[in-house]
């Protein structure tokens, strides 16, 4: 299969490389995409074990529409009665533009006419649409003349690995922590360090990367509403997955003044990572007294926008510079 796996800007090339990783061939950097190949078990192995993807998409059909009724008459033609039942809840996203078509709700209504007619023609009934919790996913991706329709493989984004169940003030995204984490070969580092951890992603995240644990092992995915699923290649990934695991004895160590996200953090160790040795400690990082020589120092600090006043950062970024040097000798501060 031609697979497009989307992420942020400035995460291509890392998300290339876990691709190459993985298992994807003929991988290829975009914009806010990396393109590749896979077969079924690497589509299910990526989506299980890569960090800094949103979701991975499979293009089903390319095609020339200036407007809606051509855009419909190809999403007619579209077999999507071999893809999925009639019984599944589907949900259709545009993104990109069309010169025109410029109405993208408009877009998505005669999309989801032409998938509906397909279903009542060939089965008599036709999929209800679920925006919240859909089985299947299609993305219209427009581009000037140019239509591709695909299947969004992952359903629930990928960043969303189901370990954050109460979160912080401003918490970091998960895809974008670890993202940032892959660009400064955190999993070559000595330890890391969060001065400013909140709920604590850039910690989960890097000891994910350190231990080599794939970050999506038991959530679920719209591959398995495929017609064509396969849960015993689903399952043998899994364990494929979990066999490259190396454990961690690295020290992964998180700050915050703020006692009450660090008690969040805390339950989040014990809720989803038990094993971890991750250790949180509740005091300001003017206090911090560690030694992680050689360590990677991360944070994701107020910047004066969704948090902090401005005139207080400049000290704060100061005190952050002498805590990097106190705890991390030799090491980064990223
Ligand atoms: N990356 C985190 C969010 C960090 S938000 C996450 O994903 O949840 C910034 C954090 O910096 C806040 O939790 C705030 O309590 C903390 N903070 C601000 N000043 C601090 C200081 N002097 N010492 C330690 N933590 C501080």
């Known amino acids: 299969m031609e697979c497009v796996a989307t992420c942020r800007p400035g995460l291509e090339g890392v998300l290339a490389e876990e691709i190459r990783e993985l298992g994807g061939t003929s991988v290829e950097a975009a914009k806010r995409a990396v393109n590749f190949r896979a077969g079924q078990a690497e589509l299910y192995r990526l989506n299980m074990g890569l960090r800094s993807a949103i979701q991975i998409l499979v293009p089903l059909r390319t095609f020339t529409a200036r407007d809606y009724d051509r855009l419909y008459y190809q999403a007619r033609r579209t077999n999507w009665h071999q893809l999925f039942r009639r019984s599944s809840t589907i949900r259709i996203d545009v993104n990109g533009r069309s010169p025109g078509m410029t109405n993208s709700q408009y877009v998505i209504h005669r999309v989801k006419d032409a998938i509906v007619d397909t279903f009542r023609k060939l089965e008599g009934e036709r999929p209800s649409i679920s925006k919240g919790d859909p089985d299947i996913h299609i993305v219209v991706h427009l581009q000037g003349d140019r239509v591709t329709l695909c299947l969004d493989s992952s359903g629930i984004p990928l960043f969303k690995r189901g370990y954050r169940v109460e979160h912080g003030p401003a918490p970091i995204k998960e895809d974008l922590a670890a993202g940032m984490l892959l660009l400064g070969e955190a999993g070559a580092a000595a330890g890391l360090v969060d001065p400013m951890c909140g709920s604590g992603t850039f910690l989960f995240e890097g000891w994910m990367l350190m231990a080599r644990r794939a970050p999506n092992l038991d959530r679920g995915f719209a591959f398995e509403h495929w017609l064509d699923y396969d849960p015993e290649v689903h399952a043998a990934q899994r364990v494929y997955l979990r066999e490259r695991e190396v454990g961690c004895d690295k020290p992964v160590l998180g700050w915050d003044k703020d006692a009450a996200v660090i008690e969040q953090a805390r339950s989040i160790k ?46 704060l970024y100061r005190e952050l510079g002498e805590g990097s040097k106190r705890v991390a000798r030799g090491g980064r501060l990223l």
């Open 270 to 315: 014990e809720a989803f990572f038990a094993e971890a040795d991750i250790r949180f400690t509740a005091e300001p990082l003017q206090q911090m007294a560690v030694d992680c020589a050689g360590g990677l120092m991360v944070a994701n600090p107020p910047y004066g926008e969704r948090m902090g006043r401005e005139e207080d950062l400049g000290l």
